[in-house]
């Protein structure tokens, strides 16, 4: 008698893509709000007299509560232990939580001078709001990851993970791109507002997941939850891995070379290659758009051939070239920008594509929500503490700067200058040179420093794939 193979939905090609797009949308909305504000930072400084220590405390306040508060480490453990569909659903809640803070920290009435804890108090609220934001998109993020395999291990998984990473990216240029552009056209409040919206919409589409995840569930008569608790001895086995801890070294240093980026580029921009402020996110925003093509193609490459040490390899030596790039001093040109952008994108392409679908190859499935949460905990150490290094480096390398800069909104808001014209004009002073630009040729040095370490741990993680066989740079897919 012939035996009928039972088919569950994601052995289905279309329904198994259409799940992807689902959570891949999610992440397209947390990125967005992710980067809101990185492509208004001369903006923001001008209108609200932020320094660049200020603008540093903010945008690194993506690990403050994962890494001190080990949260990320507690969302793994509720993944692992919770499932997929809980920890979806809280995750898209604590991003809209987070989302209404920051956009109070902007629209709210703050007193002049007024202070939390010794930091302005807008500074204070916005890190809260975005730190807050931060433990449920890191959260979105390892259940996406978790969904993906879940969904796709066996097959195309590199190509999905590329696919749902493409997409993720490009709303960073949604960020880049339209944040300045509402800024001008209303306020930086509204940016913000408009982010925290569309959160909304992505909470909606993790809901719709769950239907789908639990009729999978159902077909499959599995109910992983009660198969495979969560235990202590989990975590030693996954931190005892020398392999697991070189693929979480090269995410931190890699991603550290790169969001930071996102979140420093505006003011290069203005600083170094005199572009207007209102349009300082353009060429950043240029990134996504490679990642976009080449995310899935690299992810494809490493489905069918393999190669994926190698890939990471590739992805962290372009790295290098890149910021070395925006080091030099003597480069100035606008195209050298937008070139170095472009190798940017391609690098932003070749590591990730490679890196997420190597995890489960080096730790077993049942492990994989914590493998990911501990990884990302690494992740955010970087996240969190290059953008304040970042940030005090450009402020002790370009002493006066700042004072010059507050000194001449004060004078603008006493002679009644409407706020929104305010970082116009205080450019037009950099421009005329009664404001020195910001010198950032000391603060890109450290990314240079972060992309060569990469490339050092690339090799290793390949040294470590030759002697216990991880099959890092074999197919993916199983024939």
């Not at 990469?454 to 199983?478: M, S, T, Y």
Request: net charge neutral.
């Amino acid at each position: 008698m012939t035996e009928v193979v039972k088919r569950s939905l994601r052995d289905n090609t279309g329904v198994r893509w259409f799940v992807l797009i689902l959570v891949s949308l999610c992440m397209l909305i947390a990125y967005t709000f992710m980067e809101v504000l990185s492509p208004l930072q001369t903006l923001v400084q001008s209108t609200y007299g932020w320094s660049g220590s200020e603008w540093g405390i903010v945008t690194g306040a993506q690990g403050y509560l994962n890494v001190f508060a080990f949260m990320l480490i507690f969302a793994g453990i509720v993944l692992d232990k919770m499932g997929i569909r809980f920890t979806a659903v809280s995750s898209g809640i604590v991003m809209i939580l987070g989302a209404i803070i920051k956009y109070w920290a902007f629209a709210g009435n703050f007193e002049v001078g007024s202070e939390i804890i010794g930091i302005d108090s807008r500074v204070f609220v916005s890190a809260a709001g975005f730190a807050i934001f931060c433990v449920g998109a890191e959260g979105a993020g390892i259940t996406v990851s978790r969904i993906i395999v879940k969904w796709f291990k066996g097959r195309e998984m590199a190509l999905a993970m590329g696919t749902e990473m493409a997409l993720a990216r490009f709303g960073s240029f949604i960020a880049l791109f339209g944040a300045p552009r509402i800024a001008n056209a209303i306020d930086i409040p509204t940016s913000v507002l408009v982010g925290a919206i569309a959160l909304c919409i992505a909470l909606i589409l993790f809901i719709v997941y769950t239907v789908m995840d639990s009729r999978l569930d159902k077909q499959l008569n599995e109910d992983a939850v009660e198969e495979d608790p969560f235990q202590i001895s989990d975590l030693k086995l996954i931190i005892s891995s020398k392999g697991f801890w070189y693929i979480a070294i090269l995410c931190l240093l890699f991603y550290s070379a790169v969001f930071p980026f996102y979140k420093f580029s505006s003011g290069l921009m203005v600083n170094k290659f005199g572009v207007d402020p209102g349009t300082a996110g353009d060429i950043p925003s240029i990134l996504p758009f490679g990642t976009i093509l080449l995310t899935p193609l690299f992810g494809f490459v490493y489905d069918k051939i393999g190669k994926g040490a190698s890939i990471m390899i590739l992805g962290a030596a372009l790295l290098v070239v890149v910021h070395t790039i925006f080091y030099i001093p003597s480069l100035t040109e606008t195209w050298t920008a937008i070139f170095a952008v472009v190798l940017l994108g391609i690098a932003f392409s070749l590591v990730p594509s490679a890196m997420w679908p190597s995890v489960p190859k080096i730790i077993p499935e049942k492990q994989l929500g914590s493998a990911y949460a501990l990884i990302f905990y690494v992740q955010n150490i970087g996240l969190m503490l290059v953008p304040i290094l970042l940030g005090v480096v450009l402020d002790k390398t370009n002493p006066g700067v700042n004072e010059k800069t507050e000194a001449a909104i004060e004078s603008f808001r006493e002679s009644g200058v409407p706020a929104s014209d305010i970082a116009d004009k205080v450019q037009a002073l950099r421009v005329s040179g009664e404001i020195p630009m910001f010198d950032y040729s000391n603060t890109w040095l450290i990314f240079v420093t972060l992309t060569v370490l990469a490339v050092i741990f690339g090799f290793l993680l390949k040294a470590e794939d030759k002697r216990k066989g991880f099959g890092l740079e074999l197919p993916n897919i199983q024939k």
